[in-house]
Protein backbone atom coordinates (compact mmCIF):
# COMPACT_ATOMS: atom_id res chain seq x y z
CA UNK A 1 0.00 0.00 0.00
CA UNK A 2 1.44 3.73 -0.56
CA UNK A 3 2.36 6.02 2.11
CA UNK A 4 0.07 8.78 2.57
CA UNK A 5 0.99 11.79 4.71
CA UNK A 6 -0.67 11.12 8.47
CA UNK A 7 -3.88 13.92 8.69
CA UNK A 8 -4.07 15.16 12.37
CA UNK A 9 -6.82 14.12 14.52
CA UNK A 10 -8.44 15.23 17.63
CA UNK A 11 -8.30 14.15 21.45
CA UNK A 12 -10.37 11.35 21.88
CA UNK A 13 -11.60 10.59 18.54
CA UNK A 14 -12.10 6.80 17.50
CA UNK A 15 -9.38 5.58 14.59
CA UNK A 16 -11.24 3.70 12.46
CA UNK A 17 -10.40 0.91 10.04
CA UNK A 18 -10.54 3.36 7.60
CA UNK A 19 -8.06 5.98 9.09
CA UNK A 20 -6.10 2.41 10.24
CA UNK A 21 -5.27 1.73 6.59
CA UNK A 22 -4.56 4.94 5.29
CA UNK A 23 -2.25 5.76 7.94
CA UNK A 24 -0.33 1.99 7.46
CA UNK A 25 -2.19 0.30 5.43
CA UNK A 26 -2.30 -3.56 5.59
CA UNK A 27 1.55 -4.38 5.99
CA UNK A 28 2.31 -0.86 7.91
CA UNK A 29 3.84 -1.09 11.29
CA UNK A 30 2.28 1.04 13.78
CA UNK A 31 5.66 1.76 15.25
CA UNK A 32 6.75 4.01 12.53
CA UNK A 33 4.26 6.29 13.45
CA UNK A 34 4.36 6.22 17.48
CA UNK A 35 5.51 4.24 20.69
CA UNK A 36 5.60 0.42 19.83
CA UNK A 37 3.68 -1.55 21.97
CA UNK A 38 0.48 0.52 21.92
CA UNK A 39 -2.13 -2.31 21.43
CA UNK A 40 -1.08 -5.61 23.77
CA UNK A 41 -4.06 -7.46 24.49
CA UNK A 42 -7.09 -8.85 21.81
CA UNK A 43 -9.57 -6.29 22.52
CA UNK A 44 -7.90 -3.39 23.41
CA UNK A 45 -8.87 -0.16 21.63
CA UNK A 46 -6.70 2.49 20.43
CA UNK A 47 -7.96 6.10 20.41
CA UNK A 48 -5.88 9.73 20.11
CA UNK A 49 -4.98 11.64 23.14
CA UNK A 50 -3.67 14.51 21.52
CA UNK A 51 -2.68 15.65 17.96
CA UNK A 52 -0.93 12.23 16.14
CA UNK A 53 -0.90 10.78 19.34
CA UNK A 54 -2.72 7.49 19.93
CA UNK A 55 -3.08 5.59 23.43
CA UNK A 56 -4.45 1.94 24.21
CA UNK A 57 -7.74 1.35 26.06
CA UNK A 58 -8.16 -1.93 27.55
CA UNK A 59 -10.78 -4.12 26.84
CA UNK A 60 -13.92 -4.02 28.49
CA UNK A 61 -15.79 -6.57 31.01
CA UNK A 62 -18.50 -8.70 28.83
CA UNK A 63 -21.58 -6.29 27.85
CA UNK A 64 -20.13 -3.19 28.86
CA UNK A 65 -20.43 -0.45 26.41
CA UNK A 66 -17.88 2.29 24.73
CA UNK A 67 -19.12 5.52 26.04
CA UNK A 68 -17.07 9.05 26.55
CA UNK A 69 -16.37 9.68 29.91
CA UNK A 70 -17.34 12.59 32.19
CA UNK A 71 -14.99 15.15 31.05
CA UNK A 72 -15.48 13.82 27.59
CA UNK A 73 -11.77 13.91 26.65
CA UNK A 74 -11.46 10.14 26.06
CA UNK A 75 -13.65 7.06 25.49
CA UNK A 76 -14.02 4.32 28.26
CA UNK A 77 -16.29 1.66 28.98
CA UNK A 78 -19.29 1.85 30.90
CA UNK A 79 -21.82 -0.07 32.36
CA UNK A 80 -25.00 -1.68 30.08
CA UNK A 81 -27.85 -2.74 30.49
CA UNK A 82 -26.96 -6.11 29.08
CA UNK A 83 -24.19 -6.01 31.86
CA UNK A 84 -26.15 -4.83 35.09
CA UNK A 85 -29.23 -6.85 34.34
CA UNK A 86 -28.36 -10.40 36.08
CA UNK A 87 -30.87 -12.54 36.26
CA UNK A 88 -35.03 -12.27 34.14
CA UNK A 89 -36.89 -10.03 35.95
CA UNK A 90 -34.29 -7.71 37.39
CA UNK A 91 -35.31 -4.20 36.79
CA UNK A 92 -32.51 -1.72 36.14
CA UNK A 93 -32.68 1.86 37.63
CA UNK A 94 -30.28 4.84 38.23
CA UNK A 95 -28.27 5.30 41.42
CA UNK A 96 -26.62 8.54 40.56
CA UNK A 97 -26.77 10.96 37.59
CA UNK A 98 -25.30 8.75 34.65
CA UNK A 99 -25.04 5.26 37.13
CA UNK A 100 -27.36 2.50 36.27
CA UNK A 101 -27.38 0.33 38.98
CA UNK A 102 -29.82 -3.50 39.26
CA UNK A 103 -32.63 -4.08 41.54
CA UNK A 104 -33.19 -8.21 41.82
CA UNK A 105 -36.46 -9.12 41.25
CA UNK A 106 -38.94 -9.52 44.03
CA UNK A 107 -40.94 -12.24 44.90
CA UNK A 108 -44.50 -13.26 43.57
CA UNK A 109 -47.14 -10.77 43.20
CA UNK A 110 -45.00 -7.59 45.27
CA UNK A 111 -45.32 -3.86 43.62
CA UNK A 112 -42.51 -2.46 42.75
CA UNK A 113 -42.51 1.39 44.92
CA UNK A 114 -40.20 3.95 45.95
CA UNK A 115 -38.46 3.45 49.37
CA UNK A 116 -39.56 5.25 52.65
CA UNK A 117 -36.21 7.72 51.39
CA UNK A 118 -37.07 8.36 47.89
CA UNK A 119 -34.00 7.35 46.82
CA UNK A 120 -34.19 4.19 44.92
CA UNK A 121 -37.17 1.56 44.01
CA UNK A 122 -37.62 -1.44 45.96
CA UNK A 123 -40.12 -4.05 46.13
CA UNK A 124 -43.17 -4.45 48.30
CA UNK A 125 -46.05 -6.38 49.83
CA UNK A 126 -49.37 -5.61 47.48
CA UNK A 127 -52.74 -6.83 48.20
CA UNK A 128 -51.93 -9.66 46.30
CA UNK A 129 -49.46 -10.80 47.91
CA UNK A 130 -50.60 -10.17 51.58
CA UNK A 131 -53.97 -12.23 51.11
CA UNK A 132 -53.45 -16.01 50.88
CA UNK A 133 -56.85 -17.55 51.65
CA UNK A 134 -60.49 -16.64 50.99
CA UNK A 135 -62.37 -14.00 53.28
CA UNK A 136 -58.51 -13.06 54.65
CA UNK A 137 -59.09 -9.23 55.53
CA UNK A 138 -56.16 -6.38 54.43
CA UNK A 139 -55.27 -4.40 57.54
CA UNK A 140 -52.13 -2.28 58.04
CA UNK A 141 -49.53 -3.29 61.19
CA UNK A 142 -47.79 0.22 60.77
CA UNK A 143 -47.96 3.61 58.44
CA UNK A 144 -47.92 2.03 54.98
CA UNK A 145 -47.36 -1.41 55.74
CA UNK A 146 -50.58 -3.98 54.85
CA UNK A 147 -51.18 -6.79 56.99
CA UNK A 148 -52.92 -9.56 56.88
CA UNK A 149 -56.08 -10.83 59.45
CA UNK A 150 -57.17 -14.40 58.56
CA UNK A 151 -60.57 -14.86 58.25
CA UNK A 152 -62.13 -15.60 61.50
CA UNK A 153 -64.97 -18.36 62.77
CA UNK A 154 -68.57 -18.49 61.57
CA UNK A 155 -70.91 -15.68 62.88
CA UNK A 156 -67.82 -13.23 64.70
CA UNK A 157 -67.35 -9.82 63.64
CA UNK A 158 -64.67 -7.52 62.98
CA UNK A 159 -63.91 -5.38 66.06
CA UNK A 160 -61.14 -2.44 66.71
CA UNK A 161 -58.43 -4.09 68.96
CA UNK A 162 -55.68 -2.07 69.55
CA UNK A 163 -53.63 -4.41 71.75
CA UNK A 164 -53.19 -6.50 68.36
CA UNK A 165 -50.84 -6.57 65.72
CA UNK A 166 -53.22 -5.68 62.65
CA UNK A 167 -55.46 -3.41 64.88
CA UNK A 168 -58.41 -5.73 64.23
CA UNK A 169 -60.13 -8.74 65.43
CA UNK A 170 -62.71 -11.27 65.45
CA UNK A 171 -65.05 -11.21 68.28
CA UNK A 172 -67.93 -13.01 68.95
CA UNK A 173 -71.49 -11.00 68.56
CA UNK A 174 -71.97 -8.56 71.57
CA UNK A 175 -75.55 -7.10 72.13
CA UNK A 176 -78.13 -8.03 70.52
CA UNK A 177 -81.56 -10.44 72.63
CA UNK A 178 -79.40 -13.30 74.46
CA UNK A 179 -82.03 -14.10 76.61
CA UNK A 180 -85.83 -14.74 76.23
CA UNK A 181 -88.58 -17.19 77.87
CA UNK A 182 -92.00 -17.55 78.46
CA UNK A 183 -93.67 -19.14 81.91
CA UNK A 184 -97.48 -19.99 82.04
CA UNK A 185 -100.10 -20.46 84.92
CA UNK A 186 -101.22 -24.29 84.07
CA UNK A 187 -104.06 -24.32 86.12
CA UNK A 188 -107.28 -22.37 86.40
CA UNK A 189 -108.17 -20.35 89.99
CA UNK A 190 -111.21 -17.82 90.79
CA UNK A 191 -110.76 -14.61 92.37
CA UNK A 192 -107.35 -12.71 93.48
CA UNK A 193 -104.34 -13.83 93.80
CA UNK A 194 -101.58 -11.66 95.30
CA UNK A 195 -99.42 -12.96 93.98
CA UNK A 196 -99.77 -16.01 91.61
CA UNK A 197 -97.68 -18.69 93.87
CA UNK A 198 -98.49 -21.83 92.23
CA UNK A 199 -99.16 -23.67 89.17
CA UNK A 200 -96.47 -22.31 86.90
CA UNK A 201 -94.16 -23.86 84.36
CA UNK A 202 -91.53 -22.32 81.91
CA UNK A 203 -93.00 -22.90 78.55
CA UNK A 204 -92.48 -26.33 76.83
CA UNK A 205 -95.20 -27.21 75.08
CA UNK A 206 -97.01 -27.23 71.96
CA UNK A 207 -93.66 -28.00 69.05
CA UNK A 208 -92.05 -24.73 68.13
CA UNK A 209 -91.57 -23.50 71.59
CA UNK A 210 -88.08 -21.77 72.11
CA UNK A 211 -85.93 -20.38 75.01
CA UNK A 212 -82.97 -18.30 74.73
CA UNK A 213 -80.03 -18.22 77.09
CA UNK A 214 -80.71 -19.06 80.40
CA UNK A 215 -84.09 -19.51 82.29
CA UNK A 216 -85.87 -17.29 85.24
CA UNK A 217 -86.37 -19.01 88.36
CA UNK A 218 -89.41 -19.08 90.49
CA UNK A 219 -89.94 -19.67 93.96
CA UNK A 220 -93.62 -19.52 95.30
CA UNK A 221 -94.68 -16.77 92.49
CA UNK A 222 -91.00 -14.86 92.76
CA UNK A 223 -89.32 -14.65 89.75
CA UNK A 224 -85.36 -14.08 89.81
CA UNK A 225 -83.55 -13.01 86.75
CA UNK A 226 -80.55 -15.23 85.63
CA UNK A 227 -78.08 -11.90 84.92
CA UNK A 228 -78.30 -8.09 85.10
CA UNK A 229 -79.27 -5.77 82.22
CA UNK A 230 -82.25 -4.16 81.00
CA UNK A 231 -85.54 -6.71 80.97
CA UNK A 232 -88.95 -6.46 78.95
CA UNK A 233 -91.19 -8.09 81.23
CA UNK A 234 -95.18 -8.69 80.12
CA UNK A 235 -97.50 -10.37 81.51
CA UNK A 236 -100.69 -11.49 79.56
CA UNK A 237 -103.89 -13.06 81.64
CA UNK A 238 -107.25 -14.48 80.59
CA UNK A 239 -110.67 -14.36 81.98
CA UNK A 240 -113.58 -16.52 81.95
CA UNK A 241 -116.44 -14.43 83.36
CA UNK A 242 -119.47 -16.08 85.54
CA UNK A 243 -121.18 -12.39 86.18
CA UNK A 244 -120.93 -8.31 86.04
CA UNK A 245 -117.17 -7.62 86.95
CA UNK A 246 -116.34 -3.58 86.85
CA UNK A 247 -112.50 -4.62 86.82
CA UNK A 248 -110.26 -6.87 86.54
CA UNK A 249 -106.64 -6.58 86.69
CA UNK A 250 -103.31 -8.24 85.69
CA UNK A 251 -100.28 -6.60 87.41
CA UNK A 252 -96.26 -6.79 88.21
CA UNK A 253 -94.92 -5.85 91.31
CA UNK A 254 -91.31 -5.44 91.21
CA UNK A 255 -88.39 -4.90 94.09
CA UNK A 256 -85.12 -3.76 94.48
CA UNK A 257 -84.13 -4.97 97.65
CA UNK A 258 -85.30 -8.80 97.82
CA UNK A 259 -88.04 -7.36 100.65
CA UNK A 260 -90.32 -4.46 99.59
CA UNK A 261 -92.62 -5.02 96.48
CA UNK A 262 -94.24 -2.33 94.51
CA UNK A 263 -96.84 -1.72 91.81
CA UNK A 264 -95.23 -0.86 88.42
CA UNK A 265 -97.58 -1.50 86.09
CA UNK A 266 -101.13 -3.34 85.49
CA UNK A 267 -103.80 -3.88 82.72
CA UNK A 268 -107.71 -3.80 83.28
CA UNK A 269 -110.59 -5.34 81.82
CA UNK A 270 -114.15 -5.38 83.09
CA UNK A 271 -117.44 -6.48 81.73
CA UNK A 272 -121.15 -6.38 81.97
CA UNK A 273 -122.28 -9.82 80.23
CA UNK A 274 -121.80 -13.17 82.17
CA UNK A 275 -120.11 -16.25 80.71
CA UNK A 276 -117.76 -14.46 78.63
CA UNK A 277 -113.91 -14.32 78.31
CA UNK A 278 -111.67 -11.22 78.96
CA UNK A 279 -108.64 -10.51 78.30
CA UNK A 280 -106.28 -8.00 80.34
CA UNK A 281 -102.04 -7.02 79.57
CA UNK A 282 -99.21 -5.00 81.37
CA UNK A 283 -96.01 -4.78 80.51
CA UNK A 284 -92.92 -2.93 82.03
CA UNK A 285 -88.91 -2.66 81.67
CA UNK A 286 -86.98 -3.43 84.70
CA UNK A 287 -83.69 -2.56 85.58
CA UNK A 288 -81.78 -5.90 87.12
CA UNK A 289 -78.34 -4.05 88.77
CA UNK A 290 -78.58 -7.35 91.07
CA UNK A 291 -79.83 -10.77 90.84
CA UNK A 292 -80.06 -10.56 94.10
CA UNK A 293 -82.37 -8.02 94.97
CA UNK A 294 -84.06 -6.98 91.98
CA UNK A 295 -86.87 -9.32 91.27
CA UNK A 296 -90.93 -9.31 89.56
CA UNK A 297 -94.16 -11.25 90.76
CA UNK A 298 -97.28 -11.43 89.21
CA UNK A 299 -101.02 -10.47 91.08
CA UNK A 300 -104.38 -10.57 89.78
CA UNK A 301 -106.94 -8.16 91.23
CA UNK A 302 -110.78 -8.56 90.70
CA UNK A 303 -113.76 -6.82 92.45
CA UNK A 304 -115.78 -10.06 93.14
CA UNK A 305 -115.26 -13.99 92.61
CA UNK A 306 -117.39 -13.74 89.49
CA UNK A 307 -113.79 -13.87 87.22
CA UNK A 308 -111.96 -16.51 86.58
CA UNK A 309 -108.11 -16.70 85.50
CA UNK A 310 -107.60 -19.07 82.81
CA UNK A 311 -104.27 -21.67 83.30
CA UNK A 312 -103.37 -24.58 80.72
CA UNK A 313 -100.47 -26.98 80.36
CA UNK A 314 -100.20 -27.46 76.88
CA UNK A 315 -100.65 -24.10 75.33
CA UNK A 316 -100.81 -20.40 76.76
CA UNK A 317 -104.03 -18.59 78.23
CA UNK A 318 -102.35 -16.44 80.94
CA UNK A 319 -98.65 -16.20 80.86
CA UNK A 320 -95.47 -13.96 81.46
CA UNK A 321 -92.85 -13.20 79.05
CA UNK A 322 -89.22 -12.44 79.77
CA UNK A 323 -86.82 -10.45 77.22
CA UNK A 324 -83.14 -9.17 77.78
CA UNK A 325 -82.59 -6.49 75.95
CA UNK A 326 -79.21 -5.19 76.98
CA UNK A 327 -76.77 -4.87 79.58
CA UNK A 328 -76.76 -2.96 82.04
Not at 16 to 34: D, E, V
Not at 166 to 188: E, F, M, Y
Not at 229 to 256: E, K, M, P
Request: glycine share 10%; hydrophobic share 35%.
Amino acid sequence: MTWTDPSDYSTGQLISAAIWNALIGATGNLASHTAGGVVTTAGDTIYATGDNAVSRLAKGTARQTLAMNSGASAPEWAASSRSVLTTAGDVMYASGTNTPARLAKGTGRQNLTMNSGATAPEWTASPASTLTAKADVLSASAANTPARLAVGANDTVLTAASGESTGLKWAAVSGGLTTASQWRLTTDFTGDAAPIASNLEEVDAPAGFGILGSSMTESSGIFTFPSTGYWYVRFDALYNYSGASTYTDSQIYVTTDNSSYNIATYGRNSTTTAHVYGYSASDFIVYVTNVSNVKVRFHVKTEDDSATCKGNTGYNYTYMTFIRLGGT
